[in-house]
């Protein structure tokens, strides 16, 4: 069996990203105008993956959680929150151009200080380049007007902090949680959606006594790992790396990198960051609110500290859908099909599709069994139903799209009231009656 660690790195990159076109997890953004440069358009299977992530990560962190709470914020927020972050300042990268073809690189990027596009080795000296995207509010375009696509989420959280206070009465340790859009205005996107100037985070900020943050520190990481572990992620393939003094952002006291092999190799994935109080007491200073947290006990007031997990979306779906890729010999193959089989292994609450019905021909008396099925299962589950092609190439889309169970609709079943069903990883067949399917598919399914 040939895994897809045996699948060249090079490969491997490409075959996820003709594979996310081909079957519609992602699309080059603008597509058909030429695209829009590291622009990344999800497509059908691509939403549901990625709202499975979303979903899955908001009941567990905030819904499972009596002491996390969720907010929605604006995306634009008033340019002096940006002031007070220190983003306005420092939220910068190094930036040189080559003076041979004149690519625009990062200098941290930069190996042997060579040109990764002409292997010129000769730079304008470095500047630092701020990330923050500008757009404008209102009929004119004066600076009064500049305001910023947020960099992070984060900062949504801070500035609710009192609104949280006042209208929740938490108490410590408690955690704002926030999913949205973030935009940077990054010198080198690139790697499909690995590094983009558009994506998605998912962040809490986890309010804590200042002598407690290393304790939730260690259970924040604790959470991460397992978060990981469900996500379906090789340990091997990750590195806890302890960002050292002087490399860590402008606001953090310690900083662990989630950090994953890519094919391209190893970069960050999430992150983990001992914020401090560095967040409110700017926050604080700049709005002149008083965002103190009071202890209902001792009656001491204090800005609490902030332990900050934060996870991206789109980085998720890459790696999920990079462990997930398998490449096997194939049972058997039709003329015109490739030898070998490729079935993405999702853990099953991932995969976009759970179920595929699939009727063995588009004759009516099979179809008025079949659509009942489909009719039934997808109030529970995501299900497709296709009546397309011979079964063995709709079994080969089903893999390749990993749905975990397909259930065939034959002629036998009018008389049996029986149904094939299918398990995409072992590529058994069992007969099971039609009634007992919502329930063996949930037990299947483990949801
Ligand atoms: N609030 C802290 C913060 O924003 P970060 O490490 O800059 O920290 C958090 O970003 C996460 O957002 C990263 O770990 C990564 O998963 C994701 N991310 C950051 N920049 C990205 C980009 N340009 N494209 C896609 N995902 C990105």
Redesign the pocket.
Same mark, same amino acid.
């Not at 960099?151 to 984060?154: G, S």
């Not at 960050?268 to 992150?271: D, R, T, W």
């Given at each position: 069996m040939k895994k897809n660690s045996t699948v060249a790195n090079t490969d491997l990159m490409q075959n996820i990203t003709s594979l996310a076109k081909r079957r519609g997890f992602i699309f080059a953004g603008s597509d058909i105008y030429g695209g829009l440069a590291n622009s990344w358009d999800y497509g059908p299977l691509g939403v549901e993956l990625k709202n499975n992530i979303k979903q899955e990560w908001w009941r567990r962190f905030v819904q499972q959680r009596a002491d996390v709470v969720g907010i929605d914020a604006a995306l634009l927020m008033n340019p002096k929150v940006w002031e007070a972050s220190g983003h306005l300042a420092s939220f910068t990268d190094p930036l040189v151009e080559c003076k041979t073809c004149h690519a625009r690189l990062r200098e941290d990027q930069l190996i042997d200080r060579t040109c990764l596009n002409c292997k010129g080795k000769d730079f304008t000296p470095t500047r630092q380049f701020n990330m923050m995207l500008k757009t404008y509010l209102g009929p004119s375009e004066e600076s009064a007007n500049t305001v910023y696509f947020r960099? $992070? +989420?984060?900062q949504a959280m801070f500035v609710n902090f009192k609104n949280i206070l006042d209208t929740n009465r938490p108490k410590l340790p408690f955690g704002i949680a926030q999913q949205g859009k /973030?935009f !940077?205005n $990054?010198i080198t996107?690139g790697n499909f959606?690995?590094?983009? !100037?558009e994506?998605e985070?998912m962040?809490i900020e986890y309010f804590v006594k200042e002598r407690e943050w290393e304790k939730y520190f260690e259970h924040w990481l604790g959470e991460m790992k397992q978060w990981l572990k469900d996500l379906g992620v090789s340990e091997k393939k990750l590195h806890y790396v302890d960002i050292p003094d002087g490399e860590r952002?402008h606001y953090s006291k310690r900083t662990v990198d989630i950090e994953y092999e890519y094919p391209f190799g190893q970069k $960050?994935?999430? =992150?983990l /960051?001992y914020r401090g109080d560095f967040d409110l007491k700017n926050h604080m200073q700049a709005s002149g609110q008083d965002l103190r947290y009071t202890d209902t006990e001792t009656q001491e007031k204090f800005l609490p500290h902030v332990i $900050?997990p +934060?996870? =991206?979306v789109? !980085?998720s779906v890459l790696v999920a859908m990079l462990e997930a890729y398998h490449e096997e010999d194939a049972p058997t193959a039709e003329e015109g099909e490739s030898a070998k089989r490729v079935v993405m292994k999702f853990p099953a609450w991932l995969a976009p599709v759970k179920v595929a019905i699939l009727p063995l021909s588009k004759k009516e008396e099979l179809s008025k069994v079949a659509k009942p099925i489909f009719e039934t299962l997808s109030k529970q589950f995501v299900c497709e139903y296709d009546e397309t092609q011979s079964i063995g190439k709709r079994y080969r889309r089903q893999d390749e799209i990993g749905t975990p169970l397909c259930i065939t609709v034959d002629f036998e079943t009018l008389q049996d009231n029986a149904v094939t069903i299918r398990d995409r990883d072992t590529m058994k067949q069992e007969r099971i009656l039609v009634k007992d399917l919502a329930g063996e598919a949930t037990k299947r399914l483990h949801v």
């Open positions: 960099p $992070e +989420t984060a /973030a !940077r $990054e996107p959606v690995f590094r983009m !100037r994506f985070q962040e952002a $960050e994935l999430y =992150g /960051a $900050e +934060t996870w =991206g789109d !980085r």
